[in-house]
């Protein structure tokens, strides 16, 4: 719960400036740039897709990470890499997808530490959406 914690801080330092669907954040870090969208909102939830839109790196893989911010909690957490089933909290070992057992503590952490780079190496751009206009 205390990495969802200060995901939640985090990300919060990254949104755009109006919390509305289609609302984008870019960050350009050195060679790499970033995208923080804005997928749905409600009253005490928001998801976001946090992902790397380009690295200059030939075969690099570009990760893309679904995130739930629950204002009411101010907690954020992966809740689906790449648009797989939800984590679960641990997982059994060995299993038939071989998720590690803490799989879902290690994404939330890679989230944590992704989250540090954008902030303290990144320049961030917030943009509207298409019908909102440009800030």
Known sequence: MKICEQNFFRVMKLMPKREEVGDTSLIDVERFSYQ?????????????????TSSNIV?????ELLV????DARMAE????????RIKPSNEYPNPLMHQKDEKYQVNA???DWLDHCITH??????????????
Do not use: M
Not at 68 to 71: L, M
Not at 78 to 85: A, E, F, G, Q, R
């Open 59 to 63: 075969g690099f893989i570009n990760p």
């Open 110 to 112: 890679f989230l944590l």
């Open 36 to 52: 923080l969208e804005i997928t749905s909102t409600s009253r005490f939830t928001t998801d976001i897709i946090f992902k790397q």
């Open 78 to 85: 992966v809740i689906s890499p790449d648009y797989l089933k």
């Open 122 to 135: 990144g320049r961030a751009n917030c943009l509207w959406d298409v019908n909102h206009g440009l800030v």
């Open 68 to 71: 739930r911010i629950y204002h």
